[in-house]
């Protein structure tokens, strides 16, 4: 999926016809342990708690909106879905206590299982694929690790290299690296 067709959102003056709703949107939420998502009030106060909807247009109440009417398509195709940066603040002063991050993660889940996944994501799910890390060991992280009295390399797939083949075997069979690599 590119990220062209990543960003094809509607417009949001364009008016909403029924044929753009998945009315089961909400349950597939509340199945994924939102439990209380249809209790939003829509009150606004996770946009204004959002440090990321400070700096761009994401705004957390909208998406909330948006998940509410089952708006499943324009969701998923967002990249305002990945401006979140997890930080819990709209979570901790929801008057609702409505779980807006799990709700984030579960429209990233299946905007992920359905191919939309922004580039540097799959650029650093391919360090994983390749490597065993997300974020390989580089000379500044041996450095810290000596002076904090640590060994050189973690005891992971850097320690023991023999065991990245079933790292990767595991990836392809969760069908991850199909999802990165497409
Ligand atoms: S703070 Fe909670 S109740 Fe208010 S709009 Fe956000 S999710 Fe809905
Ligand atoms: S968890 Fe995400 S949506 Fe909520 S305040 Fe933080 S950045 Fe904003």
Not at 78 to 90: A, E, P
Request: charge should be positive; hydrophobic fraction near 35%; aromatic fraction near 4%.
């Amino acid at each position: 999926m590119t990220l062209t067709a990543l960003a094809e959102r509607p417009s949001p003056r364009k008016p909403i016809t029924a044929d753009q709703l998945d009315l089961k949107l909400p349950d597939e939420l509340i199945v994924a342990g939102v439990e209380r998502i249809r209790e939003c009030i829509q009150c606004g106060t996770c946009t204004a708690s959002c440090p990321s909807g400070r700096r761009t247009a994401y705004r957390t109440r909208l998406l909330m909106r948006k998940t509410l009417l089952g708006l499943k398509d324009d969701l998923l195709k967002s990249l305002d879905l990945w401006l979140c940066t997890t930080c819990y603040t709209c979570y901790e002063r929801c008057p609702r206590k409505i779980s807006t991050v799990d709700t984030i993660i579960t429209l990233r889940n299946m905007a992920s299982a359905k191919g939309f996944m922004i580039p540097r994501h799959k650029e650093i799910s391919k360090q994983l694929i390749e490597k065993g890390h997300l974020v390989p060991i580089n000379e500044a992280n041996i450095k810290r690790r000596a002076e904090l009295g640590l060994s050189e390399l973690p005891p992971t797939v850097h320690s023991h290299p023999e065991a990245l083949n079933e790292v990767k075997k595991l990836l392809q069979l969760t069908g991850f690296t199909k999802l990165v690599e497409g």
